[in-house]
């Protein structure tokens, strides 16, 4: 266990807090064909569901449990001992399983949603670790609203949950309030209070609502954390979780100031994404990191240059590393000549110089008039220049060779 190791666990939670976000939810063979998908890309632990919520959930994670047997699949309770037993109940036919039981522990929680004393709360944990422990030696406990509660009853709850053994401790920022350098601090702290620290991983949960959730997460790991729960997409509560697809590629691409390695096979990105796009009916954002279709996306002159010459000029990643296509060059209003080029010999319709000329005014013209120029309209274009026809009128061009955008 600890936390000297740069070897971090990606827990994916898409079929439990990403699922049960309004306009997410997904049936059970919904469920099961996307932790397949899931568990291709290689996710240390899948959280499959919330077996108590509903019969429905219930049943997802038995089939999620019968379907799969690399990954740890993981079955949310909160410490109370109908939730434990059920979710154990869900999670029989898994090869390999993972209670995942929780309580708020902030005195907020505590007091106005819960009506419990801390000592109530104290007991609850040690009672449902204790009776997880009988069906699992794989338990792990989250401590909702963790980075607002009392840090010394915090500590407290932490060092009982692991005398209990759980082997697995989550902090989670259940509402997006954190901060990196609070995280950060937060992790370092606490796991050097607790004494029995050593015995368990420390797993951060992020929310986005103020758009930290991957920032908070990588400080996590910083502060000591070695668990990272996220998402497809970044779905999930409110304004989400962090992205899984975010997180693994800042590990991967910034080794150099984030020297944790993850299990995750990055080239599945992509096409996970589109597939849970698909099954919940919600599109990806287009200038989604990573996975929306602008990520690789080149409209503007000078970048599109700068790209034909050299990716690395544009592109801090390989889009192939995700699954992307590659080059993404649209053609618009902001284009240069180049692109322009480069798109007519790819079509195999290359063109002279004086033709390009005509050419990319036209794509200028039109690009005025529509967010994107196709394929099937350069054709046009170049084929009615060569029949002799005016492509358009004309638009006013700046004079340089390749056509600056806004490229900044």
Do not use: W
């Not at 063979?29 to 077996?51: C, H, Q, S, T, W």
């Not at 410490?79 to 434990?84: E, K, M, P, S």
């Not at 406990?141 to 932490?158: G, H, K, P, Y």
């Amino acid at each position: 266990m600890g936390h000297d190791t740069g070897r971090v666990t990606i827990f994916d939670t898409t079929l439990r807090d990403g699922e049960q976000a309004p306009g997410f939810t997904l049936d059970v063979a919904a469920k099961v064909a996307m932790a397949r998908a899931i568990d291709a890309l290689g996710v240390d632990v899948i959280e499959a569901g919330f077996p108590i919520a509903s019969p429905a959930d219930a049943e997802a994670v038995a089939a999620v449990s019968r379907e799969l047997r690399r990954p740890v699949i993981a079955a949310l309770a909160r410490c109370r001992a109908q939730d434990v037993e059920e979710a154990s109940r869900a999670l029989a036919p898994a090869a390999r399983s993972r209670l995942h039981i929780f309580l708020a522990t902030s005195d907020l929680h505590l007091a106005q949603k819960l009506k419990m004393t801390r000592e109530a709360c104290l007991d609850a944990i040690v009672r449902s670790a204790r009776l997880a422990r009988t069906f699992t030696d794989d338990v792990e406990f989250s401590a909702e609203d963790a980075t607002r509660s009392d840090r010394d009853f915090l500590c407290r709850v932490i060092e009982a949950a692991i005398g209990e053994g759980c082997t697995t401790i989550n902090l989670p920022d259940t509402v997006g309030y954190a901060t990196p350098d609070e995280t950060r601090e937060f992790f370092a702290d606490v796991i050097g209070r607790v004494p029995n620290a050593d015995r368990a991983t420390f797993s951060a949960h992020c929310h986005d609502d103020l758009g930290l959730a991957v920032a908070n997460s990588l400080a996590a790991l910083q502060g000591g954390a070695r668990q990272i729960e996220c998402t497809i997409n970044g779905i999930g509560e409110r304004a989400g979780n962090a992205a899984l697809e975010e997180i693994v590629m800042a590990l991967k691409v910034r080794q150099n100031r984030l020297p944790y390695a993850s299990c995750v096979h990055t080239p599945g990105l992509y096409q996970t994404s589109q597939l849970l796009a698909n099954l919940t009916g919600e599109p990806v954002q287009a200038n989604k990191a990573i996975v929306g279709r602008n990520a690789f996306a080149h409209e503007a002159g000078i970048h599109q240059d700068g790209v034909l010459k050299n990716p690395s000029t544009y592109e801090i990643m390989n889009p192939r590393d995700v699954g992307q296509p590659e080059n993404q060059l649209v053609l618009g209003r902001h284009s240069g000549r180049h692109a322009v080029h480069k798109r007519c010999e790819a079509l195999g319709a290359a063109v002279s110089p004086a033709e390009l000329e005509e050419v990319y005014r036209a794509v200028i013209t039109l690009g005025e008039r529509r967010k994107s120029v196709t394929d099937a309209d350069l054709r046009r274009i170049v084929e009615r220049l060569r029949a002799g026809d005016a492509p358009a009128a004309h638009a006013p061009v700046p004079p340089e060779a390749v056509g600056y955008g806004h490229g900044v």
